[in-house]
T-cell receptor
Framework: AQSVTQLDSHVSVSEGTPVLLRCNYSSSYSPSLFWYVQHPNKGLQLLLKYTSAATLVKGINGFEAEFKKSETSFHLTKPSAHMSDAAEYFCVVSGTYKYIFGTGTRLKVLA | NAGVTQTPKFRVLKTGQSMTLLCAQDMNHEYMYWYRQDPGMGLRLIHYSVGEGTTAKGEVPDGYNVSRLKKQNFLLGLESAAPSQTSVYFC?????????????FGPGTRLTVL
């Protein structure tokens, strides 16, 4: 069975400082992992995905995530936050026929 | 190429009323999904379809029915709406059901049941 835990429900950063959104997963087999972003009153947009190729995955808008099997983690990072990054972020582990979503992390970016 | 579209965007129902949410995709995807999003709970799968004419239950199917008469459309029905069905509903589609396949999401339908 698969599950995913987002360790922070809310994260606040100042504009221009690094972003770290934490995600741990559990999977009985080699997982595929995704990060999606949801801006207010919008749908979900794929940021990046890991599918057992390179462990460091680069996504859109300067985001990247590193798959660490030993730590069962897939944390999302960005070197420098922008005001437009304020949104809710979901970590997802993929099972057959369905996604298993984390509960989300709301990122606030302070001017 | 519109991707995944959902109709309507907003709806308010009274308890006991019925309605149908329409999802359409123009990417020729075989697999389609309906999720609901509730505060603090992420998205949960209601029903899914692996192809035209097929449907299956997801994690929270009670109170909902679905149909996939055409490959590009996936309908979600509420026969007798309840306040507990107040939520934001998202449709998604994918080329395959494998663990590496990306799901593409529609913009959502915000439903309020009074």
């Amino acid at each position: 069975a698969q599950s995913v835990t987002q360790l922070d429900s809310h994260v606040s950063v100042s504009e221009g400082t690094p972003v770290l959104l934490r995600c741990n997963y559990s999977s009985s087999y080699s997982p595929s992992l995704f990060w999606y972003v949801q801006h207010p009153n919008k749908g979900l947009q794929l940021l990046l995905k890991y599918t057992s190729a390179a462990t460091l995955v680069k996504g859109i808008n300067g985001f990247e995530a590193e798959f660490k099997k030993s730590e069962t983690s897939f944390h999302l990072t960005k070197p420098s936050a922008h005001m437009s990054d304020a949104a809710e972020y979901f970590c997802v582990v993929s099972g057959t026929y369905k996604y298993i979503f984390g509960t989300g992390t709301r990122l606030k970016v302070l001017a | 190429n519109a991707g995944v579209t959902q109709t309507p965007k907003f709806r308010v129902l009274k308890t006991g009323q019925s309605m149908t949410l329409l999802c359409a995709q123009d990417m020729n995807h075989e697999y389609m999904y309906w999720y609901r999003q509730d505060p603090g709970m992420g998205l949960r799968l209601i029903h899914y379809s692996v192809g035209e004419g097929t449907t299956a239950k997801g994690e929270v199917p009670d109170g909902y029915n679905v149909s996939r008469l055409k490959k590009q459309n996936f309908l979600l029905g509420l026969e007798s709406a309840a306040p507990s069905q107040t939520s934001v509903y998202f449709c998604a589609s994918s080329t395959g059901s494998g663990v590496t396949d990306t799901q593409y999401f529609g913009p959502g339908t915000r439903l309020t049941v009074l």
